[in-house]
């Protein structure tokens, strides 16, 4: 790439990441919000241990404002493409850090990056349908963190009464100004004693669950799922630092 080039992209990213912020800032102003949070997952942010906090792709837009209040700072994976740049530079003036990596590429070094950051008791956002989908369907790193670290996972998304769904894989909802906001945060799912295949597939129900009844306290249907997972490799065990 050349240099004009690396400079109009460098700008571009900050352009784009600004106009979403400032969007973000003026629906969440504008906007009536509820928060309702599971006893359980209150209780662990309240103890301050870690957990992942899981959500769909098509729920990121709002996502930056369901944690600023408890003082936590928070993880969260981002793909390794230009899009993920811009939602790192989107997320990091609300106190998110990005981790660079995807199912897709650098899969397996974010999932280290994710064990360790969870063993060192941080909070450790993910879109286990991202980056390309199928909508609604986690894969299998979500659950293979959980397990290796032994932590929770905790649903999270958010519904609106106004809202601009988008045509895109992950049904991309855009919720408009002067608004109504339900953030929700659902009970921990345990998933340390399962198989992967299995914690998988729990972890996928209870998030679905969740944005059926998010979307429902609204009277919207929530975008359905795509189609079921087929096959995916199991992600290589990531290295850890040892116990002993």
Known sequence: MSLGRLVRSVWSQQFAALLAIAYIRLVWLTSRVERQMD???EA????GRPFIAAFWHGR???????????????YVMVSQHRDGEIAAR???PFGIEAIAGSSRRGGREALQEMVRLLQAGKIVAITPDGPKGPRQRAKFGVA?????ARVPVVPITYAVKHRKILGSWDRFVVPLPFNRILLHAGAPVSVTDLSIE????????AMIA???AADGYFGHLAPPPGPPLEFEPRPAPPSTPSDE
């Open 39 to 41: 006893p359980a997952a």
């Open 44 to 47: 662990l942010l309240t103890a």
């Open 60 to 74: 990121i837009l709002l996502m930056p404002y369901h944690w600023p209040q408890t003082g936590a700072w928070v």
């Open 90 to 92: 989107i997320v990091r």
């Open 144 to 148: 293979y963190a959980a397990i290796t």
């Open 198 to 205: 299995t914690a998988r597939e729990r972890i996928e129900a």
């Open 210 to 212: 969740q944005l059926t």
